[in-house]
């Protein structure tokens, strides 16, 4: 069974940068991995996938431009990188899995990490 955990969440000035790490332990490298987001009094929502290989990704429309996500299977890791950060980018950002399915619907997801905090300031 796969075991997520995110790290890299901190605070941050609007337009500053951070990039979040979620690490795995299990076979992941046959995995569909994402992340969502949970901003505070809101529903978890999709944020971005990267298929198993590497090679497509899919992005929320608020955060294309502006975030990437990426993964090392050597590693066991994918990663987003956030650039020009929002205020309403504040949120706890999950790491997510799940058995190649591509979907934006975080109920079909199999496996989620404990959330990171990201906090951008005005």
């Known amino acids: 069974q796969v075991r997520l955990v995110e790290s890299g969440g901190d605070l941050v000035q609007a337009g500053g940068s951070l990039n979040l790490s979620c690490v795995a332990s299990g076979r992941t490298y046959i995995y569909t991995m994402g992340w969502f987001r949970q901003p505070p009094g809101k529903e978890r929502e999709f944020i971005a996938y990267?298929?198993?290989?590497?090679?497509?990704?899919l992005y929320a429309d608020s955060v294309k431009g502006r975030f990437t996500i990426s993964r090392d299977n050597d590693r066991n890791t994918v990663y987003l990188q956030m650039n020009s950060l929002k205020p309403e980018d504040t949120a706890v950002y999950y790491c997510?899995?799940?058995?190649?399915?591509?979907?934006?619907?975080?109920?079909?997801?199999?496996?989620w990490g404990q959330g990171t905090q990201v906090t951008v300031s005005l």
């Open positions: 990267v298929k198993a290989s590497g090679d497509d990704t």
């Open positions: 997510a899995a799940n058995r190649g399915h591509l979907t934006t619907l975080d109920y079909l997801w199999d496996y």
